[in-house]
């Protein structure tokens, strides 16, 4: 079982439309929970952190699930300008060492 | 943004070159990394360093060499690369410790012929 798994999509969605995705880890001791977004032949970017609360920013949502471990991210009213990578990390343990997802494929379509 | 910059952007190298990949971050971060990207990959961690130590090295074939002089540059050092190595070389910074959030560079685009 891979540490950090994704659904790669393509996720493809009309603008306006909300749209969530998951991300499975393998490692219970796992601390820390990030969602970066990545455009075509460009570095990741921080999209978010994800807290064991939850957390919005906008129209990003992004909850842990640590009993089935996993977060997830929600975006609602899609924007065409969101189409993107996304991007799953998870910090496991005491190191700074993230593990990275390889990545779902957003595209909103007008 | 120039948080964590990377030169050169783009690097063409035969096989017999050597070459030296650079990064710095202006973030105030104690903690680098070296990232590798090929495509349909997730990101492949290569290199860590705290405080300018190698805490981390992924498996990585001694073609690669890093270096830290310092919490603010950190390079990568290229010699008789194959074509398989061809990628996206990813620098990212972080805090040890906090939030570990990592920022990334912009990447060098690297081809090997």
């Known amino acids: 079982r891979k540490e950090v798994e994704q659904d790669p999509g393509p996720f493809n969605v009309p603008e306006g439309a909300t749209v969530a995705f998951n991300c499975t880890y393998s490692?219970?001791?796992?601390?820390?929970f990030f969602w970066y977004r990545q455009d075509c032949r460009k570095e990741p970017k921080l999209l978010m952190s994800?807290?064991?609360s939850g957390n919005e920013d906008g129209r990003f949502t992004a909850q842990l699930n640590r009993a089935s471990q996993y977060i997830s991210l929600l975006i609602r009213d899609s924007k065409l300008s969101d189409s993107a990578t996304y991007l799953c990390?998870?910090?496991?343990?005491?190191?700074?060492?993230?593990?990275f997802g390889t990545g779902t494929l957003l595209a909103v379509q007008p | 943004e120039t948080g964590v910059t990377q030169t050169p952007r783009h690097l063409v190298m035969g096989m017999t070159n050597k070459k030296s990949l650079k990064c710095e971050q202006h973030?105030?971060?104690?903690?680098m990394y070296w990232y590798k990207q090929s495509a349909k990959k997730p990101l492949e961690l290569m290199f860590v360093?705290?405080?300018?130590?190698?805490?981390e090295n992924n498996s990585v074939p001694s073609r690669f060499s890093p270096e830290c002089p310092n919490s603010s540059h950190l390079f990568l050092h290229l010699h008789t690369l194959q074509p398989e190595d061809s990628a996206l070389y990813l620098c990212?910074?972080?805090?040890?410790?906090?939030?570990?959030?990592?920022?990334f560079g912009p990447g060098t685009r690297l081809t090997v012929t």
């Open positions: 990390a998870v910090r496991g343990g005491a190191t700074n060492k993230l593990i």
């Open positions: 360093y705290n405080f300018k130590e190698q805490t």
């Open positions: 973030l105030g971060h104690n903690a």
């Open positions: 990212a910074s972080s805090q040890s410790g906090g939030s570990y959030e990592q920022y």
């Open positions: 994800v807290y064991s």
């Open positions: 490692n219970s001791a796992s601390q820390s």
